[in-house]
């Protein structure tokens, strides 16, 4: 079963990785060990044999001789236990070969007899001589320019034995020892850096939409975690920015909503309050039903714009003669200027045809030259221009108009904002008018721009990818 804590699944992995890694260094030291006692063990049997094969010998070897273990005890560093030697002299009628007393006959094979008459020496193992097995060096010994007889001399590898089984024994005491020790290390040590975790975790719990201003705690340390933890507080900061936005959207709304809708209610209940000629009737219906058209453009206003920001605004994909589409909206916008004594001035349009819709088209330029006559003072002029840029048809719309100060000029394209100038002017207006032109601008992949300075004017720059 997999453990359900990331802490539990670091340590596990950890200790089972050191397990693994002493456990394969365990059984390489083991071999190595094994091999180096084997060669110096097959190292001081070959001094053991040089030195009792010179001087050559005459006669016998005296049984248990004092020199045999003086020469083992100098080669093998300790007083020789199991040790073997045997003198053969297979080739001549010396016999019978000789050997010191208190050893047994060492076998020798038909092999090692051959590379000995060749002149060569051979290592073997011998088990069954005692409770150990005994290494056996078969040595060839030359007078007056041949081979004449033959050595064999041999250890009990009991020493080699008892070393490797210390080893194991030590590694079994250790390794446990080892693991445990790190297990638990690494226990604490993934406790310690998955504290910031668990105290994001708990952060986040108390993180509702009502507390979003709530930040978990960063360690500035700038590691992993640390950046987890900023990038959590930066989220989160855009979360509460939206979630701002959306609850000041919602009561800018009903606010717009509300106050047309107080108008019309007074309205009708003043009218209703006693009878009425048919002549004051028309101008309360007449009344009420300009409050119902704002209503109706305010509430067609917010869902064009909350269908912009869910990306399933309705958009038709065809050819629009721009150049006619600005002439049109002119002559109809043309009485409301006339009014207001504003001119309306069209520069020569270049015609340009680009794929889009309409109806948001026709929106999006009858916004522009309706807040340009709005926001123009009677004697104003009012300018469209139409040209081709590069892989862009730009529209230009410029008035002589009030302007906008720079800090206005960032803000007019948010839902419901208004300058002071335009309140003040007691000019009618929701504050969605140039959100909705930014909306349709978008929509169609293009920008919108406005320049501008106080009381010179303002020139609203659309750009539309051809
Ligand atoms: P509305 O015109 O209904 O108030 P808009 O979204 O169309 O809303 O415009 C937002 C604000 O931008 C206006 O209230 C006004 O302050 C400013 N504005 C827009 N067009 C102009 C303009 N041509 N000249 C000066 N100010 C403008």
């Known amino acids: 079963m997999r453990p359900r804590s990331l802490r539990a ?12 890694t002493l456990l394969l260094l ?16 097959d190292r001081a ?12 010998p005459r006669g016998r070897l005296p049984a248990g001789a004092p020199d045999v273990d003086a020469i083992f005890r100098r080669f093998f560093e300790m007083s020789p236990w199991d040790r073997y030697v045997e003198r053969r002299h297979p080739w001549s009628d010396r016999t019978p070969q000789e050997s010191p007393a208190g050893t047994e006959r060492l076998p020798l094979s038909p092999q090692a007899l051959n590379r000995a008459a060749a002149g060569l020496e051979t290592f073997t193992t011998l088990e069954g001589l005692g409770p150990y097995p005994v290494r056996v060096l078969t040595h060839p010994i030359g007078e007056a320019g041949r081979i004449a007889s033959l050595i064999q001399v041999g250890m009990s590898l009991e020493s080699v034995s008892v070393t490797r089984h210390h080893f194991l024994l030590v590694m079994a005491a250790v390794l446990p020892l ?21 105290q994001m975790t708990e952060a986040a719990r108390r993180i509702s939409a009502e ?3 709530e930040r978990v705690r960063t360690s500035g340390t700038g590691d992993e975690l640390d ?8 989220m989160l900061g855009r979360l509460d920015d939206a979630f701002r936005q959306m609850r000041q959207f919602s ?14 209610q007074g309205e009708l209940e003043v009218a209703l309050r006693a009878p009425r000629t048919p002549d004051e009737y028309r101008r309360v219906l007449t009344s009420a039903l300009e409050e119902t058209a704002r209503i109706a453009s305010l509430v067609e206003g917010l869902l064009l714009l909350s269908r912009a920001d869910a990306g399933v605004l309705r958009m038709d994909h065809q050819p629009v003669d721009l150049a006619r589409l600005v002439t049109e909206v002119c002559e109809h916008i043309q009485v409301l200027a006339d009014a207001r004594g504003v001119t309306l001035n069209l520069e020569p349009l270049t015609p340009i045809t680009i794929q889009g819709d309409q109806q948001h088209l026709r929106r999006l330029i009858l916004n522009l030259v309706d807040n340009g006559i709005k926001y123009t003072p009677a004697g104003g002029r009012v300018t469209l221009a139409l040209r081709k840029a590069g892989a862009c048809a730009v529209l230009r719309v410029s008035d002589t108009g009030i302007g906008l100060a720079p800090e206005e000029q960032e803000r007019i394209f948010q839902r419901f904002y208004r300058a002071p100038a335009a309140v003040s002017r007691g000019e009618e207006g929701s504050g969605l008018g140039l959100c909705i032109a930014r909306s349709i601008v978008e929509a169609h992949g293009g920008s919108i721009q406005v320049d501008s300075a106080d009381d010179h004017g303002s020139v609203f720059t659309v750009y539309l990818p051809l």
């Open 9 to 20: 699944r670091l340590t596990l992995w950890y200790t089972s990785l050191l397990t693994l």
């Open 26 to 41: 365990g059984t390489i030291a083991y071999n190595l060990l094994g091999y180096s006692l084997a060669r110096d063990i």
């Open 45 to 56: 049997l070959q001094g053991v044999a040089v030195a009792l094969s010179e001087p050559p």
């Open 178 to 198: 080892a693991v445990l020790l790190a297990g638990g290390g690494g226990w604490l040590l993934a406790r310690r850096a998955l504290r910031p975790v668990d």
């Open 211 to 213: 507390h979003l201003d």
């Open 227 to 234: 950046r987890l933890a900023v990038t959590l507080n930066d």
């Open 251 to 264: 009561a800018d709304a009903s606010h717009e909503l509300q106050t047309p809708l107080t108008i019309l």
